[in-house]
C-alpha cells in the first residue's frame, strides 16, 4: 500500500489564487512528521513546511499552511496568492519513528506538477 | 557554502562502468540520507549514515550500490557495473541530529541532486 498519495498529477492555477494541493498518508506510527517539499526545473529540493502527528495546530510559513487533519491521515499544502515563481513539482513526505527494520529517511508521494497561469 | 553540495552534478556512463557521487553535507550536520529519483517520481530512499557509522541501507537495490562516509563529513556513493535502470537523479540530504525520538521532526536539506544517465 502507499504510504503517501498524491492524487493531483497537475494543477493549472490562476496567479494570485490560492491552491490547495492534495497529501494523504498510511501509518500506524503515533509520533510521525510531516513535510512538503517544493522542486523547481532545476532540480533542489526546497523545504517549505513541517506538522508533527502531535502538533496541536496547523503549520504555517509565509503563504504556505498545512491543513493537518489527523483523523482523515491528510496533509494538505495551502499556497494563499500564488506567484508565478511557485510553478513547480510539489512532493508530500513523511518521516515515522525509527523502530528497527525500517527504513529511516522520508517516505515520498508522487508528486503534483504546479503551473502557475498569468 | 552553506548548503548540502553534490558533484559532479552530471555524470554519462557507458553501461558496465563503475561511477562515484559526491556529496558535502552542511558544515556540523550529524545525519546523511541518499535517495534516487527517477524520472516523474518521488524520491526513493537509499541509506542513511549518523556521522560515519551507516545505519540502515535498506533501499540499496542491490549490492552493486555501496556509500560510505569515513570520517562522518563527505559522503560517497558508488555503484559498480552501472546499468540502463540506474539511470536516476541521486539526491543527498543532510540534517542536523541524529536518529531518536526527535528525528521525525528533523527537516533535510537536500543539494541539487547528480543527474546519471547510463547508456
Known amino acids: 500500500a502507499q504510504k503517501i498519495t498524491q492524487t493531483q498529477p497537475g494543477m493549472f492555477v490562476q496567479e494570485k489564487e490560492a491552491v490547495t494541493l492534495d497529501c494523504t498518508y498510511d501509518?500506524?506510527?503515533?509520533?510521525?512528521?510531516l513535510f512538503w517539499y517544493k522542486q523547481p526545473s532545476s532540480g533542489e529540493m526546497i523545504f517549505l513546511i513541517y506538522?508533527?502527528?502531535?502538533?496541536?495546530q496547523n503549520a504555517t510559513e509565509g503563504r504556505y499552511s498545512l491543513n493537518f487533519q489527523k483523523a482523515r491521515k491528510s496533509a494538505n499544502l495551502v499556497i494563499s496568492a500564488s506567484q508565478l515563481g511557485d510553478s513547480a513539482m510539489y512532493f508530500c513526505a513523511m518521516r515515522e519513528t525509527f523502530t528497527g527494520g525500517g527504513a529511516d529517511g522520508l517516505t515520498f508521494g508522487k508528486g503534483t506538477h504546479l503551473i502557475i497561469q498569468p | 557554502g552553506a548548503g548540502v553540495s553534490q558533484s559532479p552534478r552530471y555524470k554519462v556512463a557507458k553501461r558496465g562502468q563503475d561511477v562515484a557521487l559526491r556529496c558535502d553535507p552542511i558544515s556540523g550536520h550529524v545525519s546523511l540520507f541518499w535517495y534516487q529519483q527517477a524520472l516523474g517520481q518521488g524520491p526513493e530512499f537509499l541509506t542513511y549514515?549518523?556521522?560515519?557509522?551507516?545505519?540502515?541501507k535498506s533501499g540499496l537495490p542491490s549490492d552493486r550500490f555501496f556509500a560510505e562516509r569515513p570520517e562522518g563529513s563527505v559522503s560517497t556513493l558508488k555503484i559498480q557495473r552501472t546499468q540502463q535502470e540506474d539511470s536516476a537523479v541521486y539526491l543527498c540530504a543532510s540534517s542536523l541530529l541524529g536518529t531518536g525520538g526527535l528525528a521525525v521532526q528533523e527537516t533535510q536539506y537536500f543539494g541539487p541532486g547528480t543527474r546519471l544517465l547510463v547508456l
Open positions: 501509518t500506524s506510527d503515533p509520533s510521525y512528521g
Open positions: 506538522q508533527g502527528s502531535y502538533d496541536q
Open positions: 549514515f549518523q556521522n560515519e557509522a551507516q545505519l540502515d
